[in-house]
C-alpha cells in the first residue's frame, strides 16, 4: 500500500490508501508532489473523493492526481447549480445505470452528473418536467410513457391515467368503455409512449381536481400533443363550462385559441398532423395567452368566478361531453402559475432532446 497522492509528504499517515498492482506507474524511487496540482472543491472533511479504477495503473497520475471518475472542470462541488440547472445524481455515478421512468436511461458514459437541459443529445427521463420547474408546483402531470391503466387488457384502452406529480390527480375513463383512449407504447415521437383520443366519443375527467378560480389562483397548462384530425371547436381540455378553462381547435384548420369566459384570440399554427409543444395561461388577466410551439397570443382575461367550485370536473378532449377532440398526447401537465423564463427554456431543450426535432417548440 503507498499513500494517496491527495496528502503532504509530511503527513505521517495518508487519509487515502490506494492498491496498487505489480504495474503501478507509482515506485519509490519517483518523487512525491507535496502538494495536489489542483484542489478539489468541494471535497468534505472525512470524506473520500471519488476514485474509480480497477487498475491504478491505468490512472492519469501526471504526478499530480489519481484519474477521477468524470470531468470536475474547475472542481464545482456536486450539487451546485450549473447555469441554472440541478444536478440529478439519483444513482451512484461510477458506471451506475439510472432506472427508467425516473430520472434518465441507460449509463451516463464518463459518468458525468445529469444536468438538466445541458447533457447535449442525452434523451432524458419522461417526468424531467417537474424537475425542470420549481418556481412553481404541479396541480397534475400525465406522461404517455407512464401511468396507464387498461381495466379490459392490453389494447381495450385507457381506463386510468396516472398522475406522476405526486399530487393524485390521475385522469380516469371508468363509467364508459368506449370512450376510453388508445395507448400505444412506442407510437409517438422518438419512439415514445402516447394516448390518442379519438375525436369521437373519447373522454378522460379528473374527479379528484377541483381546478381553482381563475381570478384567485393562476393555471399553467403545458403539453406535447398532435392534432390528428379536425373538427372545429372540439376540445384540448376544458372545465365543467363551455367557456372556462377551455383550450379547443378553432374556427377553420389549423387554428387553435383558449377561453375563460370570453374567447381570445386564435393561433394558426396548429397544424394536422404535427406535433407541437404548447403551453396555456389563465389567470384572469392580460398576462393569458395560448402558445404553440415558438408563436403565441393573448387571451383576455374576463372571467373572475369559478364554475368548477366544488364540482371537482376538469376534462381532456370535451367540455360537458360534446365536441371530443381528436388528439394524441405525449403528455399534459399544469402548475399553480407560470414558471420563469429559464424554465420554459430547458421545457424546450427537454422536448427536442426527449421527443426528438420532430416536435414543435
Not at 371508468?174 to 415521437?189: L, V
Amino acid at each position: 500500500m503507498v499513500r494517496s497522492l491527495l496528502e503532504p509528504a509530511t503527513t505521517a499517515l495518508s487519509v487515502l490508501d490506494v492498491a496498487v498492482t505489480p504495474r503501478s506507474l507509482l515506485t519509490p524511487s519517483e518523487p512525491r508532489p507535496a502538494t495536489p496540482a489542483t484542489p478539489i472543491t468541494g471535497v468534505m472533511a472525512g470524506m473520500l473523493p471519488m476514485l474509480v479504477m480497477t487498475d491504478i495503473s491505468q490512472g492519469v497520475m501526471s504526478g499530480v492526481l489519481p484519474s477521477l471518475t468524470g470531468a470536475f472542470s474547475g472542481a464545482l462541488p456536486v450539487g451546485a447549480q450549473l447555469a441554472g440547472a440541478l444536478p440529478r445524481l439519483a444513482a451512484a455515478i461510477a458506471g451506475s445505470v439510472f432506472t427508467p421512468g425516473s430520472t434518465a436511461h441507460g449509463t451516463l458514459a464518463g459518468a458525468l452528473p445529469m444536468l438538466t437541459g445541458s447533457l447535449a443529445g442525452y434523451p432524458l427521463g419522461p417526468t424531467d418536467p417537474l424537475l425542470i420547474v420549481t418556481s412553481r408546483s404541479p396541480f397534475f402531470f400525465l406522461s404517455g410513457d407512464l401511468g396507464i391503466t387498461e381495466a379490459g387488457g392490453a389494447g381495450t384502452g385507457v381506463s386510468a391515467w396516472g398522475d406522476q406529480s405526486g399530487q393524485g390527480k390521475s385522469a380516469t375513463q371508468i363509467s364508459s368503455a368506449p370512450a376510453r383512449p388508445a395507448w400505444n407504447a412506442s407510437g409517438g415521437p422518438n419512439g415514445r409512449g402516447i394516448v390518442t383520443f379519438d375525436g369521437a366519443n373519447d373522454w378522460m375527467e379528473f374527479t379528484s381536481w377541483d381546478p381553482p378560480a381563475p381570478g384567485t389562483a393562476p393555471i399553467w397548462f403545458f403539453w406535447v400533443c398532435k392534432p390528428v384530425s379536425w373538427s372545429s371547436g372540439a376540445n384540448l381540455y376544458s372545465g365543467s363550462s363551455t367557456a372556462i378553462l377551455r383550450c379547443r381547435m378553432g374556427t377553420t384548420t389549423g387554428k387553435i385559441g383558449a377561453s375563460n369566459g370570453t374567447l381570445g384570440q386564435e393561433l394558426t399554427n396548429f397544424t394536422v398532423g404535427s406535433w407541437f409543444r404548447g403551453e396555456n395561461l389563465f389567470s384572469n388577466s392580460t398576462s393569458d395567452y395560448i402558445k404553440v410551439g415558438s408563436t403565441s397570443t393573448t387571451l383576455p382575461g374576463t372571467n373572475t368566478g369559478s364554475t368548477n367550485a366544488g364540482s371537482g370536473v376538469f376534462r381532456l378532449c370535451t367540455d360537458v361531453v360534446t365536441r371530443f377532440g381528436n388528439i394524441a398526447w405525449g403528455c399534459v401537465g399544469a402548475w399553480n402559475g407560470e414558471p420563469t423564463s429559464g424554465e420554459k427554456a430547458a421545457l424546450s431543450t427537454w422536448v427536442t432532446r426527449y421527443y426528438g426535432n420532430t416536435v414543435g417548440v
